[in-house]
């Protein structure tokens, strides 16, 4: 079993638009984010929606400090999670 790479190196290849690195990104953060976006909507389905809209310009732009703001966030939202349980 490989090791996923960490959130730098991730970063680094979506932006050279690595077909891997884009199918990884969405699979490591859209259910979190998700998860995020259901505590503002209190509905799953336009959560989700709004996730896929916001991946699918992500990839369009290549935003990567969007991206990486997103990431920030996700880690602070775990933190939060850990501390709490």
Request: proline fraction near 4%; charged fraction near 35%; hydrophobic fraction near 45%.
């Amino acid at each position: 079993m490989s090791k996923a790479p960490d959130d730098s190196v991730l970063l680094t290849a979506f932006q050279s638009y690595d077909r891997g690195a884009e199918k990884e990104v969405f699979h490591r953060w859209f259910r979190p984010l998700c998860i995020y976006s259901e505590r503002i909507t209190t509905q799953l389905e336009p959560a989700e929606d709004i996730v896929a809209e916001a991946f699918i310009k992500a990839v369009a732009s290549r935003d990567e400090k969007a991206i990486e703001r997103v990431v920030a966030r996700i880690h602070a939202l775990r933190s939060a999670d850990d501390d709490a349980a």
